[in-house]
């Protein structure tokens, strides 16, 4: 039984087309709602190199949930676990990691390598609808979250009236996380020596959106990658180091590496970009 | 574009919404869909089956910290693991692939 809501791009027929990718929306397939969206500034205070920053979220299990780190308060806004110096022994690099959330909060560690005033590194954080790891429970909302009796919710199979917001396909409180383009590029890289190598992609769309950014080495992968695996920034292992950062113009892929091989190749950096700002 | 739908956020005026911040939905964008959801509980590795030719891309959470716990794809399948034999939950998005 073919039943529920399909809306088809431009010259596919909605009645007939079977590609989920021919459609802008078919609510049969689960969506990202961003339930929370909110800018704030970490403070890494005068004689700290580190400091965690910890939100309370209200849902009562562990969101979906992404941030972004202006790391050195310059309007460049990096993927989490990421870091401003790619480069074997980068002076004054500035990184996030230990990204978590769980029942109760969600949490990142901001670090710098010089501690000698306080600093401040703004960030913008999300908050999905979807759950991490766990189990839906407690509330389907976070703290702050305002529920409206008016607008338009679409379900499938679940009665619209007493459904959790996960279990909607559409609730016009919330913006659907919205697929912009996918670009990739490659970053040549060779471990003869430490090196490092960045590209860019031109979003061009005057504000910084939400973006994700996956890599893999393709056929030049080095001893212990797989060529076709796809990992997400920061994510890349040793000896390589990754990051992403994005701007209100622009998308910057980083990567680095140390030393004391004889491979060089190719990494393939694939760029999501989605509609949605990151700012409010 | 003058045609299509919107869907603005709330009580944000559907004429002046933006697209950034305030509409919901705009047939001129697609709506980010996920295919599938696979997970591990208590599992050190696992192969799953995307069934797309090609390769997504996925959105991963996992228990512990993300140097221990990892998510790959290709054109095949998605491989979720976890160091020490926690869990892996990923989402599996169409839009973005190719």
Known sequence: MDYGIKFAIEEKNALTSINPRDFLIWSKYKDFKILKKANSSLLISTGNLVATQQIAHGMGYPPAYYAWVDLQNNGKFYMLETNSGVQVGSVNAHSTDTSAADNTNISFRGVRDASVSDEYMPFAYVIFDQRGIGTFGGNDRPIGYVKQDYGIKFTQGKNVFDSKIYEQVINSNCELLNYHATRTIGLSWDNSSNGTNSATIIHGLGYVPMFLVWGNFGSSAPSGFNKDRLLPIGQIAQPFTSSAWADTNEIQIEIGWAGGGSSSGIFNARVVVFTNAMLI | ?98
Not at chain 2, 30 to 54: P, R
Not at chain 2, 76 to 86: K, W
């Open chain 2, 1 to 98: 574009m003058n045609y299509g739908i919107k869907f603005s956020k709330g009580k944000v005026d559907i004429f002046t919404a933006d697209i950034k911040n305030q509409q919901v939905f705009n047939s001129g964008n697609y709506v980010e869909k996920i295919k599938e959801i696979f997970e591990i509980a208590v599992t050190t590795s696992q192969d799953f089956g995307h069934g797309l030719n090609y390769t997504p891309v996925v959105i991963a959470y996992g228990t512990v910290n993300n140097v221990d716990t990892f998510c790959e794809t290709d054109n095949y399948e998605v491989t979720l693991a976890s160091g020490l034999n926690g869990s892996v939950i990923a989402y599996i998005l169409f839009q973005a692939g190719s």
